[in-house]
């Protein structure tokens, strides 16, 4: 099986965001959710609780973002 990039979802603090997805999107988002709890043998309860953890892999691997983080002091996480 090929290695996903996700690996297992840790629990965090929520923030309660709401988005629409496509349908075929969701569909993906779906079978996402059922190859990672095949990978990692965890129960996967809620494959929309997967959004925040991909959008957090997305961004520390995006090296645009690292780079401007490290070029502007605006560009800095905020925590509330």
Excluded at 1 to 8: A, E, I, Y
Excluded at 52 to 59: H, I, K, Q, S, V
Excluded at 63 to 69: I, N, P, S
Aim: aromatic share 4%.
């Amino acid at each position: 099986m090929t290695k996903l990039k996700l690996g297992r979802i840790e629990v965090d603090k929520p923030v309660k965001v709401t988005i629409e997805l496509s349908g075929a999107l969701h569909n993906d988002l779906i079978a996402y959710a059922e190859a990672l709890a095949r990978q990692t043998n965890q129960e996967i309860r809620d494959p929309l609780k997967l959004i925040g953890p991909m959008l957090m892999r997305f961004m520390q691997t995006d090296r645009g973002f690292a780079k401007a983080r490290r070029a502007d002091p605006q560009v800095k996480a905020q925590v509330s």
